[in-house]
């Protein structure tokens, strides 16, 4: 089947935040041999690219002059096996969730913690996903792309990631350079619980649990997630919008002398991190609605649509929180999702 490009399409079902834009043109690839013959096509016709996966990390503020690469590559392989780890390759239009359910299904462990995340397994590594005290870092074997200014393949090791907090290389300083195709992972055979998130821990002790495993702790973060995050199916919404930011100790000081509840969490000796969730929520903005969008009421750190927004509304949205949150804590707030 020859690759079919589609002019002015919609992408309103491709966007968690359930955004209407029109993309100048749509392809979908499903075969990773495609990956080329779409790029050539982009070269020739010399117009911008977006890729997108399960589009849950992404506003679009205005229409897409571009063509978007829809990743559809399917497929789990396990590749190689020893008595501790299961190396496996995915490709990268698979769905997270599905992939985490087959891991467990398995009994592969490692990603146990980052059930329930929407988008895709290629998206994964682009913004080091992370929740419940497990970072993509901790299970990211390698990463396969394809360099979409010269088709050359290449194999991005775990240190070439150069993985942060919500941060990548493919973020950074090789942004719009690549589609990811695979992603390989490196599980373990022996699971090592991670249940020092405080959430985590009421929430098992809640399912009175004889002997721990990884579907329990799948179990418990899924409840957790689903009683506080907003199912996108219901209420369009692209996870946490901001960044928690990362300050210097003497700004918590300064902080704590009118608020001594304030949350924090240590990055290192000198600097913290503070949830703009918790400070959000105390310059007044938790459950506010503004026009058709709002600030969710479970969750301070996360915007939602409530039907028919425009992702210009939300940005307006999102500069208003910021503001505020400056103007209370002098702190300034990063977006998280990606502006389009
Ligand atoms: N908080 C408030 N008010 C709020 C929200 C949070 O006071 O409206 C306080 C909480 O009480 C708690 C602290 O902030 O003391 C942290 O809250 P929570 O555990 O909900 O986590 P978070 O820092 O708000 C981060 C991630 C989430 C991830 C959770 C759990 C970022 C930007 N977000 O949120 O990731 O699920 O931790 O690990 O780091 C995502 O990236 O889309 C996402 C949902």
């Known amino acids: 089947m020859k690759l079919q490009f589609e002019k002015n399409v919609d992408l309103l079902p491709h966007n968690t935040f359930g955004i209407s834009a029109i993309a100048k043109e749509f392809v979908r690839i499903d075969k990773s041999a495609h990956v080329e013959e779409a790029l050539e096509y982009l070269r020739k016709t010399k117009i911008n690219h977006l890729v997108l996966g399960g589009g849950s990390n992404i506003l679009f503020t205005q229409n897409v002059d571009a063509l978007v690469l829809q990743n559809r590559l399917f497929g789990i392989e396990l590749e190689k096996e020893d008595d501790m780890h299961v190396y496996v390759r995915v490709a990268a239009g698979e769905n997270w969730h599905n992939f985490v359910l087959h ?11 980052l059930s329930l995340i929407p988008g895709c397994v290629g998206a994964s590594p682009m913004q080091n996903i992370g929740a419940y005290g497990v970072e993509m870092s901790s299970v990211l074997n390698y990463v396969e792309a394809v360099n979409i200014h010269t088709s050359e393949r290449h194999t991005f090791s775990l240190s070439d990631c150069e993985l942060g907090y919500r941060e990548s290389i493919f973020k950074r300083k090789e942004k719009g350079n690549w ?127 409530y039907g028919g927004a425009t992702g210009h509304e939300i940005f307006t949205l999102s500069t208003a929180v910021m503001t505020d949150v400056k103007n209370k804590y002098g702190i300034e707030l990063e977006r998280e999702v990606n502006v389009w």
């Open 179 to 305: 589609f990811i195709t695979h992603v390989g992972f490196k599980l373990n055979k022996r699971p090592v619980f991670h249940i020092e998130y405080g959430a985590i821990a009421d929430e098992l002790d809640k399912m009175e649990i004889d002997t721990l495993s990884i579907k329990h702790i799948s179990q418990a973060v899924i409840a957790i997630r689903s009683s506080k995050l907003p199912d996108p199916k219901i209420l369009g919404n692209a996870g946490s919008f901001f960044k928690n930011p990362t300050v210097d100790l003497s700004v918590l000081r300064a902080i704590q002398e009118h608020d001594e509840k304030v949350p924090f969490y240590p990055v290192d000796e000198n600097t913290v991190k503070i949830p703009a969730g918790y400070m959000i929520e105390h310059a007044g903005w938790k459950g506010k609605r503004a026009g058709n969008c709002g600030v969710h009421e479970k969750q301070a750190l996360v915007l939602v649509n």
């Open 103 to 113: 891991c467990i299904r398995n009994k592969w462990a490692g990603v146990e913690n």
